[in-house]
């Protein structure tokens, strides 16, 4: 990858679609460092994460970024399981890893606000933060008034909140070798690249990451499965979601793909399921 040039097709991208560094650091969530120095070639080899998450908010594709500098795929991957599968989706949440409940008790602690409060107004914003309609400063000052507190970092908090899922990580490790993998998740933005940085999450050759404060669309809406299949590049019946919702994954199935719950209160059992799904054809 050419740096420099990177950096200049990025600028031209950028003021095509009339937007400052600002606005686009905003909508891609990086730091404004971050993007000015990827525009300067000032990064050797940025993050492919980093670079699609960039292009998203551009309203583009990876290609239509780069163009002879993009990544090429392999047209055929190594493994196709039983059921046809050739492409498998996963969440972070409750399935790469632990649920941030955590997070809560701890502002309740530091706040003297129940935790049931604190986690009420955070269901009441979370979905428009996700979505990318809600600018995470302005949640974190939301949150920082009901509790009473001068300010607060919700991201940091959740950082801290999190724990991988070892057997899940294991499992996508093992994925990865045989198919072409993505990450599909609600989430708010910048935590994705946060979570890579802290090793909270596998640090893999993922094909695509879908992250819904990027596209704008949260699971269970379909907006988000059209551009996560777009994105995948293979036919509905070819993809498994690996999800630790219910109604995530009957909105998946509803778009012909193949899906399997995941419960995080028994890692075990629910890896066995996804190596049996994913297990080859003769």
């Not at 309203?59 to 002879?68: A, C, I, K």
């Not at 992250?211 to 996560?228: F, G, M, R, T, W």
Request: negative net charge; proline residues 5%; aromatic residues 8%.
């Amino acid at each position: 990858m050419d740096e420099v040039g990177l950096g200049k097709s990025l600028q031209t991208a950028r003021k095509k679609a009339g937007l400052t560094q600002q606005q686009l650091r905003q909508q891609a969530g990086l730091s404004y460092s971050t993007l000015a120095k990827i525009e300067r070639g000032a990064i050797k080899s940025p993050s492919i994460f980093t670079i699609q998450n960039i292009a998203a908010a551009l309203g583009l594709s990876l290609n239509e970024l780069m163009g002879d500098m993009a990544p090429k795929l392999p047209g055929t991957p190594k493994r196709r399981s039983k059921s046809g599968v050739r492409f498998v989706y996963f969440d972070i949440n409750g399935c790469l890893v632990r649920f941030f409940h955590r997070a809560f008790t701890r502002l309740a602690a530091e706040s003297g606000v129940p935790a049931d409060l604190i986690e009420s107004t955070f269901w009441h914003y979370n979905d428009a933060v996700c979505q990318g309609e809600m600018p995470l400063k302005e949640f974190n000052q939301i949150l920082a008034d009901r509790l009473h507190l001068p300010d607060l970092d919700w991201a940091e908090y959740y950082l801290e909140a999190v724990e991988p899922i070892t057997e899940m990580r294991e499992l996508v490790a093992w994925a990865a070798e045989h198919y072409h993998i993505g990450l599909l998740s609600n989430i708010m933005p910048g935590l994705v690249d946060a979570m890579m940085e802290r090793d909270l999450l596998p640090k893999l050759k993922y094909t695509t990451i879908i992250d819904s404060s990027i596209v704008h669309a949260i699971k269970p809406e379909a907006a988000i499965y059209q551009v996560a299949q777009e994105k995948a590049g293979v036919a509905p019946e070819e993809i498994l979601l690996v999800d630790d919702s219910r109604t995530n994954i009957m909105a998946a199935e509803h778009m012909g793909w193949h899906v399997l719950w995941f419960d995080d209160y028994r890692p075990e059992e629910s890896t066995a399921h996804v190596r049996k799904a994913l297990e080859p054809a003769a």
